[in-house]
Protein backbone atom coordinates (compact mmCIF):
# COMPACT_ATOMS: atom_id res chain seq x y z
CA UNK A 1 0.00 0.00 0.00
CA UNK A 2 1.51 3.62 -0.87
CA UNK A 3 2.72 5.75 1.61
CA UNK A 4 0.08 8.48 1.13
CA UNK A 5 -2.64 5.60 1.46
CA UNK A 6 -1.11 4.59 4.87
CA UNK A 7 -0.84 8.12 6.00
CA UNK A 8 -4.85 8.92 5.12
CA UNK A 9 -6.14 5.33 6.45
CA UNK A 10 -4.43 5.83 9.83
CA UNK A 11 -5.94 9.48 10.01
CA UNK A 12 -9.50 8.55 9.73
CA UNK A 13 -8.57 6.66 12.99
CA UNK A 14 -9.33 9.18 13.54
CA UNK A 15 -14.83 7.50 26.36
CA UNK A 16 -13.52 6.18 39.99
CA UNK A 17 -15.31 8.75 40.82
CA UNK A 18 -12.26 10.07 43.37
CA UNK A 19 -9.42 11.47 42.16
CA UNK A 20 -6.22 9.55 41.78
CA UNK A 21 -2.86 10.91 43.68
CA UNK A 22 -0.87 13.40 42.02
CA UNK A 23 2.38 11.85 40.25
CA UNK A 24 5.77 13.23 41.74
CA UNK A 25 7.68 15.10 38.81
CA UNK A 26 11.06 13.67 38.16
CA UNK A 27 13.99 16.19 37.63
CA UNK A 28 14.16 18.32 34.60
CA UNK A 29 17.77 17.88 34.05
CA UNK A 30 17.68 13.72 34.07
CA UNK A 31 13.86 13.71 32.56
CA UNK A 32 14.45 12.98 28.95
CA UNK A 33 16.64 10.18 29.77
CA UNK A 34 13.92 7.64 30.12
CA UNK A 35 12.66 8.50 26.58
CA UNK A 36 13.43 5.62 23.97
CA UNK A 37 13.69 8.15 20.65
CA UNK A 38 12.36 5.98 17.68
CA UNK A 39 11.49 6.19 13.96
CA UNK A 40 8.40 8.02 13.47
CA UNK A 41 5.49 5.91 12.07
CA UNK A 42 4.39 6.33 8.24
CA UNK A 43 1.23 8.90 9.13
CA UNK A 44 4.05 11.10 10.36
CA UNK A 45 5.47 13.76 7.77
CA UNK A 46 6.46 16.46 8.96
CA UNK A 47 10.06 16.23 8.79
CA UNK A 48 11.31 17.72 12.14
CA UNK A 49 9.05 15.43 13.96
CA UNK A 50 10.25 14.00 16.46
CA UNK A 51 8.86 9.91 18.09
CA UNK A 52 9.93 8.61 21.43
CA UNK A 53 8.18 6.21 24.25
CA UNK A 54 8.30 5.79 27.77
CA UNK A 55 7.22 2.97 29.99
CA UNK A 56 4.27 3.50 32.68
CA UNK A 57 2.15 1.06 34.67
CA UNK A 58 -0.38 -0.86 33.37
CA UNK A 59 -2.25 0.22 36.13
CA UNK A 60 -1.44 3.18 38.29
CA UNK A 61 -3.64 1.62 41.07
CA UNK A 62 -1.07 -1.62 41.03
CA UNK A 63 2.60 -1.15 39.59
CA UNK A 64 3.26 -4.15 40.51
CA UNK A 65 1.02 -5.40 37.65
CA UNK A 66 3.82 -4.52 35.31
CA UNK A 67 4.36 -1.91 32.50
CA UNK A 68 3.46 -0.85 29.13
CA UNK A 69 4.42 1.63 26.56
CA UNK A 70 3.23 4.70 25.88
CA UNK A 71 4.54 6.50 22.27
CA UNK A 72 4.38 10.09 21.67
CA UNK A 73 5.27 12.52 18.68
CA UNK A 74 6.43 16.20 19.33
CA UNK A 75 7.25 18.83 16.58
CA UNK A 76 9.77 21.47 18.22
CA UNK A 77 8.63 24.60 17.65
CA UNK A 78 10.21 26.46 14.39
CA UNK A 79 10.98 29.49 16.45
CA UNK A 80 11.17 31.15 19.88
CA UNK A 81 8.99 28.52 21.94
CA UNK A 82 5.93 29.94 23.97
CA UNK A 83 4.86 26.34 25.05
CA UNK A 84 4.03 23.32 24.91
CA UNK A 85 0.41 22.09 23.78
CA UNK A 86 -0.08 18.35 24.18
CA UNK A 87 -3.47 17.79 22.03
CA UNK A 88 -5.99 14.89 21.21
CA UNK A 89 -7.85 13.75 18.21
CA UNK A 90 -10.62 12.23 19.82
CA UNK A 91 -12.48 8.91 19.42
CA UNK A 92 -11.70 7.30 22.05
CA UNK A 93 -8.88 6.13 19.35
CA UNK A 94 -7.88 8.91 17.21
CA UNK A 95 -4.25 8.71 16.19
CA UNK A 96 -2.20 10.87 17.72
CA UNK A 97 0.33 10.81 15.74
CA UNK A 98 -1.19 12.15 12.57
CA UNK A 99 -3.16 14.59 14.71
CA UNK A 100 0.42 16.60 15.36
CA UNK A 101 2.59 14.79 12.50
CA UNK A 102 0.70 15.13 9.50
CA UNK A 103 1.09 18.32 7.66
CA UNK A 104 -2.88 17.52 6.61
CA UNK A 105 -3.99 19.07 9.64
CA UNK A 106 -2.63 22.52 9.03
CA UNK A 107 -2.81 23.88 12.45
CA UNK A 108 -2.19 27.97 12.86
CA UNK A 109 1.34 28.59 11.59
CA UNK A 110 1.53 30.31 15.12
CA UNK A 111 1.07 27.00 16.76
CA UNK A 112 4.03 25.56 14.38
CA UNK A 113 6.40 28.57 15.32
CA UNK A 114 6.25 28.92 18.95
CA UNK A 115 4.79 25.57 20.48
CA UNK A 116 6.16 22.23 21.18
CA UNK A 117 3.49 20.60 19.59
CA UNK A 118 2.66 17.29 21.40
CA UNK A 119 0.30 13.85 21.03
CA UNK A 120 0.47 11.45 23.19
CA UNK A 121 -0.32 7.97 21.55
CA UNK A 122 -3.55 5.94 23.48
CA UNK A 123 -2.76 3.61 25.06
CA UNK A 124 -4.20 0.22 23.56
CA UNK A 125 -3.68 1.37 20.11
CA UNK A 126 -0.10 0.76 18.02
CA UNK A 127 2.73 2.64 18.57
CA UNK A 128 1.95 2.59 22.47
CA UNK A 129 1.49 -1.29 23.47
CA UNK A 130 -1.99 -2.17 21.37
CA UNK A 131 -4.47 -4.10 22.56
CA UNK A 132 -4.39 -7.52 20.58
CA UNK A 133 -7.58 -9.05 20.21
CA UNK A 134 -6.91 -11.59 17.17
CA UNK A 135 -7.24 -14.75 19.36
CA UNK A 136 -11.15 -15.93 19.41
CA UNK A 137 -12.71 -16.13 22.91
CA UNK A 138 -14.01 -19.91 23.00
CA UNK A 139 -17.56 -20.69 24.34
CA UNK A 140 -19.40 -18.23 22.43
CA UNK A 141 -22.51 -19.10 19.83
CA UNK A 142 -24.52 -17.39 17.78
CA UNK A 143 -27.04 -16.17 21.07
CA UNK A 144 -24.46 -15.70 23.36
CA UNK A 145 -22.85 -13.32 21.36
CA UNK A 146 -25.85 -11.56 20.92
CA UNK A 147 -27.02 -10.99 24.49
CA UNK A 148 -22.93 -10.92 25.24
CA UNK A 149 -20.70 -9.49 22.58
CA UNK A 150 -18.87 -7.07 24.89
CA UNK A 151 -17.95 -10.05 27.19
CA UNK A 152 -16.99 -11.84 23.88
CA UNK A 153 -14.85 -8.79 22.54
CA UNK A 154 -13.16 -8.50 26.11
CA UNK A 155 -12.25 -12.21 26.54
CA UNK A 156 -10.81 -12.23 23.13
CA UNK A 157 -8.78 -9.21 24.16
CA UNK A 158 -7.36 -10.79 27.23
CA UNK A 159 -6.17 -13.79 25.14
CA UNK A 160 -3.78 -12.03 23.48
CA UNK A 161 -2.99 -9.30 26.57
CA UNK A 162 -3.99 -10.10 29.61
CA UNK A 163 -4.99 -8.21 32.17
CA UNK A 164 -4.85 -5.22 29.98
CA UNK A 165 -8.18 -4.47 28.70
CA UNK A 166 -9.70 -2.93 31.73
CA UNK A 167 -6.16 -0.31 31.94
CA UNK A 168 -8.11 0.95 29.00
CA UNK A 169 -9.53 4.24 30.61
CA UNK A 170 -9.45 7.87 30.89
CA UNK A 171 -7.67 7.63 33.88
CA UNK A 172 -5.03 6.10 32.98
CA UNK A 173 -4.11 7.75 29.82
CA UNK A 174 -4.57 11.05 31.64
CA UNK A 175 -1.68 9.63 34.13
CA UNK A 176 -0.19 8.60 31.18
CA UNK A 177 -0.21 12.38 29.87
CA UNK A 178 1.74 13.26 33.13
CA UNK A 179 4.56 10.71 32.52
CA UNK A 180 5.46 11.94 29.13
CA UNK A 181 5.35 15.69 30.61
CA UNK A 182 7.75 15.00 33.54
CA UNK A 183 10.21 12.89 31.04
CA UNK A 184 9.47 15.70 28.68
CA UNK A 185 11.05 18.05 31.17
CA UNK A 186 8.34 20.84 30.83
CA UNK A 187 6.71 22.41 33.93
CA UNK A 188 3.66 23.02 32.07
CA UNK A 189 1.65 21.91 29.04
CA UNK A 190 -1.09 23.97 27.09
CA UNK A 191 -3.70 21.39 26.13
CA UNK A 192 -5.56 21.51 23.02
CA UNK A 193 -8.32 18.21 23.10
CA UNK A 194 -10.80 17.58 19.86
CA UNK A 195 -14.47 15.75 20.75
CA UNK A 196 -13.43 12.88 23.26
CA UNK A 197 -9.94 15.30 23.59
CA UNK A 198 -12.40 17.90 25.77
CA UNK A 199 -12.82 15.21 28.23
CA UNK A 200 -9.42 13.49 28.62
CA UNK A 201 -7.89 16.90 28.68
CA UNK A 202 -10.29 18.47 30.81
CA UNK A 203 -9.82 15.09 33.03
CA UNK A 204 -5.64 16.08 32.92
CA UNK A 205 -6.15 19.95 33.76
CA UNK A 206 -8.44 18.71 36.79
CA UNK A 207 -6.23 16.49 38.14
CA UNK A 208 -2.86 18.77 37.45
CA UNK A 209 -3.72 22.06 37.65
CA UNK A 210 -0.65 22.83 38.68
CA UNK A 211 1.11 21.91 35.29
CA UNK A 212 -1.78 23.56 33.01
CA UNK A 213 -1.66 26.28 31.35
CA UNK A 214 -4.35 27.09 28.50
CA UNK A 215 -6.87 24.67 27.48
CA UNK A 216 -8.88 24.92 24.11
CA UNK A 217 -11.99 22.27 24.23
CA UNK A 218 -12.89 21.60 20.21
CA UNK A 219 -16.94 20.11 20.19
CA UNK A 220 -17.03 19.19 23.98
CA UNK A 221 -18.17 15.95 24.87
CA UNK A 222 -20.89 15.66 27.72
CA UNK A 223 -19.23 13.00 30.51
CA UNK A 224 -22.39 12.14 32.22
CA UNK A 225 -23.44 11.03 28.75
CA UNK A 226 -20.53 8.59 28.61
CA UNK A 227 -21.26 6.38 26.85
CA UNK A 228 -24.18 4.88 25.55
CA UNK A 229 -25.81 8.60 25.98
CA UNK A 230 -23.51 9.74 23.58
CA UNK A 231 -24.06 7.14 20.75
CA UNK A 232 -27.61 7.99 21.71
CA UNK A 233 -27.25 11.61 21.17
CA UNK A 234 -25.11 11.44 17.79
CA UNK A 235 -28.06 9.24 16.05
CA UNK A 236 -30.58 12.15 15.59
CA UNK A 237 -27.14 14.30 14.80
CA UNK A 238 -25.99 12.72 12.09
CA UNK A 239 -29.31 12.64 10.38
CA UNK A 240 -29.56 16.33 10.36
CA UNK A 241 -26.52 16.56 9.21
CA UNK A 242 -27.76 14.86 6.45
CA UNK A 243 -29.81 16.76 5.64
CA UNK A 244 -27.90 20.07 6.00
CA UNK A 245 -25.43 18.35 2.92
CA UNK A 246 -28.86 17.64 0.89
CA UNK A 247 -29.65 21.63 1.50
CA UNK A 248 -25.99 22.39 0.38
CA UNK A 249 -26.15 20.19 -2.75
CA UNK A 250 -29.44 21.89 -3.78
CA UNK A 251 -27.69 24.74 -3.20
CA UNK A 252 -24.88 24.12 -5.62
CA UNK A 253 -27.15 22.31 -8.31
CA UNK A 254 -25.44 24.06 -11.65
CA UNK A 255 -22.66 22.02 -10.26
CA UNK A 256 -23.64 19.00 -9.31
CA UNK A 257 -27.08 18.40 -11.44
CA UNK A 258 -28.56 16.50 -8.34
CA UNK A 259 -31.65 18.57 -7.94
CA UNK A 260 -33.13 22.23 -6.48
CA UNK A 261 -34.43 20.62 -2.97
CA UNK A 262 -33.20 18.56 -0.61
CA UNK A 263 -35.79 15.89 -1.43
CA UNK A 264 -34.56 15.77 -5.16
CA UNK A 265 -30.88 15.43 -3.88
CA UNK A 266 -32.28 12.63 -1.51
CA UNK A 267 -33.88 10.68 -4.33
CA UNK A 268 -31.04 11.36 -6.83
CA UNK A 269 -28.54 9.95 -4.06
CA UNK A 270 -31.31 7.11 -3.02
CA UNK A 271 -31.34 5.87 -6.63
CA UNK A 272 -27.66 5.02 -6.68
CA UNK A 273 -27.44 3.19 -3.63
CA UNK A 274 -30.61 1.11 -5.17
CA UNK A 275 -27.74 0.29 -8.44
CA UNK A 276 -25.18 -0.92 -6.10
CA UNK A 277 -27.21 -2.97 -3.87
CA UNK A 278 -30.45 -3.46 -5.24
CA UNK A 279 -32.01 -1.87 -2.16
CA UNK A 280 -32.83 1.64 -1.13
CA UNK A 281 -31.39 3.26 2.28
CA UNK A 282 -34.01 3.81 4.61
CA UNK A 283 -32.87 7.16 6.59
CA UNK A 284 -35.98 9.74 6.61
CA UNK A 285 -35.85 11.66 3.69
CA UNK A 286 -34.99 15.43 4.11
CA UNK A 287 -38.62 17.69 4.18
CA UNK A 288 -40.49 18.11 0.95
CA UNK A 289 -41.00 21.72 -0.11
CA UNK A 290 -43.54 22.95 -2.59
CA UNK A 291 -41.12 22.12 -6.31
CA UNK A 292 -41.27 18.29 -5.02
CA UNK A 293 -45.07 18.08 -4.96
CA UNK A 294 -45.88 16.18 -8.41
CA UNK A 295 -47.31 18.40 -11.39
CA UNK A 296 -50.56 16.52 -11.29
CA UNK A 297 -50.77 17.65 -7.11
CA UNK A 298 -49.18 21.13 -7.84
CA UNK A 299 -52.79 23.11 -6.18
CA UNK A 300 -51.74 21.22 -3.10
CA UNK A 301 -49.30 23.34 -2.61
CA UNK A 302 -47.34 23.67 1.17
CA UNK A 303 -49.95 21.42 2.11
CA UNK A 304 -48.81 18.74 0.07
CA UNK A 305 -45.33 19.32 0.39
CA UNK A 306 -46.00 18.32 4.39
CA UNK A 307 -48.07 15.48 3.52
CA UNK A 308 -45.30 14.37 1.09
CA UNK A 309 -42.35 15.00 4.52
CA UNK A 310 -45.25 13.06 6.85
CA UNK A 311 -45.37 9.81 4.88
CA UNK A 312 -41.98 9.69 3.33
CA UNK A 313 -40.34 7.52 6.31
CA UNK A 314 -42.96 5.50 6.01
CA UNK A 315 -42.73 4.80 2.45
CA UNK A 316 -38.87 4.57 2.01
CA UNK A 317 -39.40 1.82 4.94
CA UNK A 318 -41.89 -0.14 3.02
CA UNK A 319 -39.85 0.30 -0.23
CA UNK A 320 -36.96 -1.19 1.64
CA UNK A 321 -38.53 -4.19 2.31
CA UNK A 322 -40.33 -4.81 -0.54
CA UNK A 323 -37.15 -4.38 -2.65
CA UNK A 324 -35.44 -7.11 -0.07
CA UNK A 325 -37.89 -9.19 -0.65
CA UNK A 326 -37.64 -8.93 -4.42
CA UNK A 327 -33.87 -9.35 -4.45
CA UNK A 328 -32.69 -11.46 -2.00
CA UNK A 329 -29.07 -11.19 -0.32
CA UNK A 330 -29.70 -7.47 -1.16
CA UNK A 331 -29.02 -4.77 1.86
CA UNK A 332 -28.58 -0.78 1.94
CA UNK A 333 -25.24 -1.62 4.30
CA UNK A 334 -23.67 -3.26 1.18
CA UNK A 335 -23.55 0.13 -0.41
CA UNK A 336 -20.30 2.01 -0.45
CA UNK A 337 -21.80 5.40 -1.03
CA UNK A 338 -24.16 4.44 2.00
CA UNK A 339 -21.31 4.10 3.56
CA UNK A 340 -19.11 7.01 2.75
CA UNK A 341 -22.10 9.15 3.12
CA UNK A 342 -21.79 8.30 7.13
CA UNK A 343 -18.17 9.01 7.01
CA UNK A 344 -17.91 12.11 5.46
CA UNK A 345 -21.07 14.43 6.48
CA UNK A 346 -19.58 15.44 10.45
CA UNK A 347 -17.07 17.31 8.26
CA UNK A 348 -18.51 20.06 5.33
CA UNK A 349 -14.65 20.05 4.16
CA UNK A 350 -15.42 16.33 2.41
CA UNK A 351 -18.78 17.58 1.19
CA UNK A 352 -18.18 18.39 -2.15
CA UNK A 353 -16.21 15.28 -2.86
CA UNK A 354 -19.39 13.22 -1.55
CA UNK A 355 -21.41 15.32 -4.07
CA UNK A 356 -19.15 14.73 -7.16
CA UNK A 357 -19.34 10.79 -6.88
CA UNK A 358 -23.07 10.97 -5.98
CA UNK A 359 -23.25 12.95 -9.22
CA UNK A 360 -21.32 11.17 -11.16
CA UNK A 361 -18.07 13.20 -11.17
CA UNK A 362 -15.93 11.30 -9.27
CA UNK A 363 -15.13 7.52 -8.45
CA UNK A 364 -16.91 6.76 -4.99
CA UNK A 365 -14.35 6.37 -2.03
CA UNK A 366 -14.43 2.88 -0.30
CA UNK A 367 -14.18 3.77 3.22
CA UNK A 368 -14.09 0.00 4.11
CA UNK A 369 -11.14 -1.07 1.99
CA UNK A 370 -7.65 -0.70 4.43
CA UNK A 371 -6.15 -2.74 1.44
CA UNK A 372 -3.35 -5.56 2.59
CA UNK A 373 -0.87 -3.42 4.27
CA UNK A 374 0.01 -5.10 7.76
CA UNK A 375 0.70 -1.61 9.56
CA UNK A 376 -2.64 -0.48 8.72
CA UNK A 377 -4.93 -3.26 9.85
CA UNK A 378 -3.05 -3.96 12.73
CA UNK A 379 -3.70 -0.24 13.42
CA UNK A 380 -7.78 -0.15 12.65
CA UNK A 381 -8.16 -3.16 14.40
CA UNK A 382 -6.43 -2.12 17.64
CA UNK A 383 -8.12 1.44 17.37
CA UNK A 384 -11.85 -0.63 17.28
CA UNK A 385 -10.93 -2.69 19.92
CA UNK A 386 -9.54 -0.01 21.97
CA UNK A 387 -12.07 2.22 21.97
CA UNK A 388 -14.82 -0.38 22.37
CA UNK A 389 -12.86 -1.32 25.51
CA UNK A 390 -12.81 2.65 26.96
CA UNK A 391 -16.67 2.82 26.24
CA UNK A 392 -17.28 -0.11 27.84
CA UNK A 393 -15.31 0.16 30.90
CA UNK A 394 -16.30 3.57 31.37
CA UNK A 395 -20.17 3.35 30.43
CA UNK A 396 -22.78 4.98 33.17
CA UNK A 397 -25.80 4.82 31.00
CA UNK A 398 -28.21 2.17 31.37
CA UNK A 399 -29.59 0.31 28.26
CA UNK A 400 -32.86 1.66 26.91
CA UNK A 401 -34.85 -1.30 26.98
CA UNK A 402 -37.51 0.20 23.60
CA UNK A 403 -33.57 0.33 21.91
CA UNK A 404 -33.17 -3.45 21.81
CA UNK A 405 -36.19 -3.81 19.33
CA UNK A 406 -34.95 -1.13 17.07
CA UNK A 407 -31.64 -2.87 17.57
CA UNK A 408 -32.66 -6.21 16.36
CA UNK A 409 -34.67 -5.06 13.58
CA UNK A 410 -31.67 -2.53 12.46
CA UNK A 411 -29.00 -5.55 12.37
CA UNK A 412 -31.23 -8.05 11.12
CA UNK A 413 -33.73 -6.34 8.74
CA UNK A 414 -32.88 -2.83 7.75
CA UNK A 415 -29.00 -2.63 7.78
CA UNK A 416 -29.40 1.20 8.15
CA UNK A 417 -25.94 2.72 9.02
CA UNK A 418 -27.55 6.04 10.23
CA UNK A 419 -28.94 3.82 13.10
CA UNK A 420 -27.25 0.86 13.82
CA UNK A 421 -23.34 2.34 15.33
CA UNK A 422 -26.16 4.24 17.64
CA UNK A 423 -28.52 1.70 18.84
CA UNK A 424 -25.95 -1.23 19.05
CA UNK A 425 -24.99 0.99 22.49
CA UNK A 426 -28.05 2.61 23.56
CA UNK A 427 -29.79 -1.18 23.72
CA UNK A 428 -26.76 -2.08 25.35
CA UNK A 429 -25.61 -5.33 23.36
CA UNK A 430 -22.28 -3.29 22.16
CA UNK A 431 -20.77 -3.62 26.00
CA UNK A 432 -23.54 -6.46 27.06
CA UNK A 433 -21.55 -8.48 29.81
CA UNK A 434 -19.07 -6.10 30.87
CA UNK A 435 -18.80 -4.64 33.81
CA UNK A 436 -17.24 -1.50 33.85
CA UNK A 437 -14.02 -0.96 35.56
CA UNK A 438 -13.78 3.23 35.40
CA UNK A 439 -16.22 5.35 36.85
CA UNK A 440 -16.83 9.10 35.30
CA UNK A 441 -13.43 11.22 36.28
CA UNK A 442 -13.83 14.72 37.70
CA UNK A 443 -13.79 17.57 35.39
CA UNK A 444 -13.51 21.15 37.57
CA UNK A 445 -11.63 24.20 36.36
CA UNK A 446 -11.43 26.02 39.25
CA UNK A 447 -7.87 25.73 40.22
CA UNK A 448 -6.87 26.79 36.55
CA UNK A 449 -4.94 29.92 36.15
CA UNK A 450 -6.39 30.54 32.79
CA UNK A 451 -9.93 29.84 31.91
CA UNK A 452 -10.37 27.28 29.44
CA UNK A 453 -11.54 28.31 25.59
CA UNK A 454 -14.16 25.93 23.62
CA UNK A 455 -15.35 26.21 20.23
CA UNK A 456 -18.69 24.53 19.89
CA UNK A 457 -20.38 23.99 16.68
CA UNK A 458 -24.29 24.72 16.19
CA UNK A 459 -25.24 21.79 13.82
CA UNK A 460 -22.33 18.98 14.80
CA UNK A 461 -23.38 15.83 14.44
CA UNK A 462 -21.11 14.18 17.11
CA UNK A 463 -21.06 16.81 19.47
CA UNK A 464 -24.55 18.46 19.41
CA UNK A 465 -25.02 21.59 20.94
CA UNK A 466 -27.02 21.05 22.87
CA UNK A 467 -24.93 18.89 25.04
CA UNK A 468 -22.19 21.33 25.67
CA UNK A 469 -22.66 23.03 28.46
CA UNK A 470 -22.51 20.39 31.08
CA UNK A 471 -18.29 20.55 30.23
CA UNK A 472 -18.39 23.99 29.66
CA UNK A 473 -19.81 24.56 33.23
CA UNK A 474 -17.69 22.57 34.86
CA UNK A 475 -14.61 23.85 33.58
CA UNK A 476 -15.89 27.20 33.50
CA UNK A 477 -14.79 27.83 29.68
CA UNK A 478 -15.17 30.54 27.76
CA UNK A 479 -17.51 29.64 24.86
CA UNK A 480 -17.10 30.40 21.24
CA UNK A 481 -20.47 29.75 19.57
CA UNK A 482 -19.39 28.46 15.80
CA UNK A 483 -22.56 29.14 13.60
CA UNK A 484 -22.69 25.86 11.29
CA UNK A 485 -22.72 22.51 10.32
CA UNK A 486 -19.82 20.30 11.19
CA UNK A 487 -17.53 18.20 13.84
CA UNK A 488 -14.39 20.07 15.10
CA UNK A 489 -14.43 23.39 14.32
CA UNK A 490 -10.44 23.67 14.19
CA UNK A 491 -9.42 21.10 11.88
CA UNK A 492 -8.05 21.78 8.62
CA UNK A 493 -7.21 25.29 9.47
CA UNK A 494 -9.59 26.82 6.69
CA UNK A 495 -11.80 28.68 9.22
CA UNK A 496 -8.72 32.05 10.05
CA UNK A 497 -11.61 33.20 12.26
CA UNK A 498 -11.18 30.37 14.42
CA UNK A 499 -7.39 30.34 13.76
CA UNK A 500 -6.68 33.95 14.96
CA UNK A 501 -9.22 33.31 18.21
CA UNK A 502 -7.51 30.53 19.00
CA UNK A 503 -4.06 31.49 18.86
CA UNK A 504 -5.17 35.18 20.46
CA UNK A 505 -6.07 32.74 23.03
CA UNK A 506 -3.11 30.71 23.31
CA UNK A 507 -0.32 34.40 23.09
CA UNK A 508 -2.75 35.91 25.63
CA UNK A 509 -5.25 33.42 27.72
CA UNK A 510 -8.57 35.22 26.52
CA UNK A 511 -10.51 36.02 23.66
CA UNK A 512 -13.59 38.38 23.44
CA UNK A 513 -15.39 36.43 20.64
CA UNK A 514 -18.63 34.86 21.54
CA UNK A 515 -20.04 33.77 17.88
CA UNK A 516 -18.29 33.02 14.81
CA UNK A 517 -19.08 31.76 11.23
CA UNK A 518 -18.50 28.32 10.37
CA UNK A 519 -17.10 27.42 6.94
CA UNK A 520 -19.55 26.82 3.72
CA UNK A 521 -17.90 24.50 1.53
CA UNK A 522 -16.90 25.26 -1.77
CA UNK A 523 -18.56 23.55 -4.89
CA UNK A 524 -15.74 21.62 -6.48
CA UNK A 525 -16.20 20.79 -10.58
CA UNK A 526 -14.55 17.79 -11.25
CA UNK A 527 -11.54 18.17 -13.74
Known amino acids: MPRSTIK ?38 IASAQCGSIDVPMHYSDP ?41 MNWPEAMYQNYDLVAVQ ?44 SSLTTDNTANDWERVRQALGDDKISIFGLSYGTYLGSVYATRYPQHTDKVVLDSAMAPSLAWNGIMASQEQGYKNSLNDFFTWVAENNDTYGLGTTPLAVYQNWSNKIVAETGTNPTVAPPPAQVGDVPPAFA ?26 LLNPGSNQSLSPL ?20 ISGQTPIPDVTDTGDDPYVIESINASVNMQRMVMCNENTVAPDPVAMARMAWTSMVTGDVFDIYSVKFS ?100 G
Open 8 to 45: RVVAVLAASTALSPFLVSMPTAAAQENIRWEECPPQVD
Open 299 to 324: WAGQAGADMMTATNPTSVQLQGLATQ
Open 338 to 357: LNVTRAYIPQPSTWPMLAGA
Open 64 to 104: SLGDISVGFVKVPAQGEKHGTIFGNSGGPGGDAYSFFGSQS
Open 427 to 526: SGQACSGITPTSGRQPTDGSQLAVQPLLLQGTSDPQTPYWTHNELADAMNAHVVTVNGPGHGQSIGGTNQAINDIVVDYLRTGHTDATWVEGNTPTPITA
Open 122 to 165: PRGMVGSTPVNCDNIAPGYDFLSLLTREGAFVKESCEIGTPGYT
